[in-house]
């Protein structure tokens, strides 16, 4: 069966620090990858979705940048944290081939607090 | 452009009381339509999902949701609540080619009173 992992699940950096998320996946090949950004607990903000290694595609300006250097890797970014980048950060799969029944699968996220 | 509309930030209702989530949308073409449920702290689960066929769609934990075309609506329904139901409830679309992902609705937070 396929599983979803993220890490860290908590997170509390300055202002000004660098910010590295991980996101993997096991059990399939060649999925699709997003993250997504939950602000106040609330509304899901779609930041970036992955189609294949190396391929990203940025659904906001912002902040942030997201990298994938294997296939089932997915690793959400920052060069210098912003307050207005803490939130609850949520990695998600879906088949990439096949039938594609559409829903996603999310991890259970990292939450980052920046001070 | 799609999108969906949760009206409700907060439901209420008694426990073994029948429940109601309210959603709707707008996309074009046929509609790929989903419910997640998410608890503190948590990721989303996926509840249910309507893609063709019968209108009315069960899923997991006893819920079912029902698609109205005409109303462009696909609200979350349980005959009977539960406290253990309580928690952030997602309503989101998908359109039926090209795109990869999900439009969230802004959440409706359900409590199941006791």
């Known amino acids: 069966s396929q599983t979803i992992h993220q890490w860290p699940a908590t997170l509390v950096q300055p202002v000004g620090s660098p910010l590295s998320l991980e996101c993997t996946v096991e059990?399939?090949?060649?999925?699709?990858l997003y993250w997504y950004r939950q602000a106040a607990g609330r509304g899901l903000q779609l930041l970036f979705y992955s189609v294949g290694i190396g391929q990203i595609s940025s659904e906001v300006p912002q902040n942030l940048s997201a990298s994938r250097p294997q296939d089932r890797q997915f690793i959400l970014s920052s060069k210098k944290l912003l307050l207005s980048d803490s939130g609850f950060y949520l990695c998600a799969w879906t088949p990439n081939r096949g039938r594609v029944t559409g829903e996603l699968f999310f991890g259970e996220g990292s939450r980052l607090t920046v001070l | 452009a799609q999108s969906v509309a949760q009206p409700e930030d907060q439901v209420n209702v008694a426990e073994g009381n029948p429940l109601t989530v309210k959603c709707t949308y707008s996309v074009s073409g046929n509609p790929y339509l989903f419910w997640y449920v998410q608890y503190p702290n948590r990721g989303l689960q996926f509840l249910l999902k309507y893609i063709t066929g019968d209108n009315l769609v069960k899923g997991s934990y006893g819920f079912e949701a029902e698609f109205n075309k005409s109303q462009t609506s696909f609200h979350l329904k349980k005959p009977s609540a539960l406290v253990s139901d309580s928690a952030l409830y997602f309503c989101a679309v998908r359109a039926p080619t090209g795109a990869n992902n999900l439009f969230f609705g802004t959440g409706t937070r359900l409590t199941v009173i006791p």
């Open positions: 059990g399939t090949s060649n999925p699709n």
